[in-house]
């Protein structure tokens, strides 16, 4: 079980008025821990002022991917944080974190990943979406010399749009094999596409002017969930089958969809018991009502894996051994990881008396 280290901070860079990014220094003995793929993010974790231990309930946790190209053995890592109102760590992060300020860092994780390989990508990104994307770009374009990569971006206005330079420079780097599109909602521009979102209507219309869609290997949508589902209904629309579509949502405003049963459609039970595999080591334990599979661990277990608790980053993923559960919402799992009986620790809750998860499964 991957477990926290705390690392070292060596830069703060501003990238607009809400949003920074972070360098960390990684020590040469947990470099080989914290290697990692194209488009992983890492969990960070900062004790809340007052709290006088570090328990699940005073701490504070949030994901941020990863931005610069992956290595295996990385001395340093990069990540981009927008400031969010009321963001427990995202307020933190921007305003008062310094160079030198030590935080704890759980080593990459996450699945939203393409390994570098021949053929045509794409990626529709909103705000601050563009982070994991910047890392899958151009990882892929520095090593694999048949791949090209066509990014379709949208922000408020120029002002506010992260790592800007960035892409400029990977552009400057690949002419012909990245394409770069630039959708601005509140801001003309002088030249490419007129201001406003971009919904399914536009990028129905969009995407098959920019590239040819069936001969795309794979589709990144990345950013806020509107964005991510108006892009993929018009991918869909266009034909595209859902094996080759990834998303990843950054943030969640709208109201969550009616709650989503696995294995079973009962009303959750009023008490249940749960047996639990962590790093190896099983407990069972009574379920308090209410409670969710994660609340009930980590009542007993401190080292469970979670960050978010909302359903979006996927830290909590455990395999559901037997019983039935209910999710409250998934913004994290795909449809095969459901399938092979994959649920979020955060969103579920029983239906059946007893449950069973594996965390390292």
């Known amino acids: 079980m991957s477990t926290f280290h705390p690392l070292r901070v060596t830069a703060v860079e501003r990238l607009t008025d809400d949003s920074v990014a972070l360098s960390f220094a990684v020590p040469p003995e947990l470099r080989p821990l914290y290697g990692y793929a194209p488009g992983q993010h890492i969990a960070l974790r900062r004790h ?48 008062e974190l310094r160079p ?14 393409l390994q570098p390989r021949p053929g045509r990508f794409a990626a529709v990104v909103g705000g601050s979406g563009i ?28 002002a506010s749009t992260m790592f800007l330079d960035e892409v400029a420079d990977l552009k400057d780097r690949c002419p012909d094999r990245f394409q770069l599109v630039t959708a601005l909602s509140r801001e003309e521009q002088q030249s490419g596409l007129p201001s406003g979102r971009l919904d399914e209507r536009r990028l129905s219309g969009l995407l098959p002017s920019l ?21 993929s209904r018009a991918l869909r629309g266009l034909g595209v089958p859902r094996a080759r579509i990834h998303q990843e949502i950054f943030h969640v405003t709208e109201a969550p969809p009616a709650p989503a049963a696995t294995r079973g459609d009962a009303g959750g039970s009023r008490s249940a018991s749960l047996t639990a595999n962590l790093d190896g080591r099983s407990g069972c334990w009574p379920m308090d009502d209410g409670e969710s599979v994660l609340e009930t661990v980590l009542r007993h277990r401190a080292d469970a894996p979670f960050a978010c608790k909302g359903g979006v980053c996927g830290t909590c993923r455990v395999r559901l051994v037997s019983g039935e559960v209910r999710m409250k919402v998934n913004y994290a799992l795909e449809p095969d990881e459901l399938e092979a009986g994959y649920v979020l620790a955060c969103q579920s809750r029983p239906v059946t008396e007893a449950v069973e998860v594996d965390f390292d499964g």
């Open 211 to 231: 590239l040819p869609v069936a001969d795309v290997d794979g589709w990144y949508l990345c950013g806020p969930l509107g964005l991510v589902e108006e892009a």
């Open 100 to 113: 030198g300020d030590l935080v704890d860092v759980l080593p990459p994780t996450g699945r939203f990943v």
């Open 48 to 95: 809340r002022p007052g709290a006088d231990t570090l328990t699940a309930s005073s701490e504070a946790r949030r994901t941020y991917s990863l931005c610069a190209p992956a290595r295996a053995e990385p001395s340093e890592l990069r990540i981009g944080i927008r400031g969010v109102e009321g963001g427990d760590f995202s307020s933190y992060a921007v305003k």
């Open 131 to 158: 982070t994991p994307v910047l890392s899958i770009a151009s990882t892929l374009l520095e090593r694999e010399p048949e791949a090209r990569f066509c990014l379709v971006r949208s922000d408020r206005s120029t």
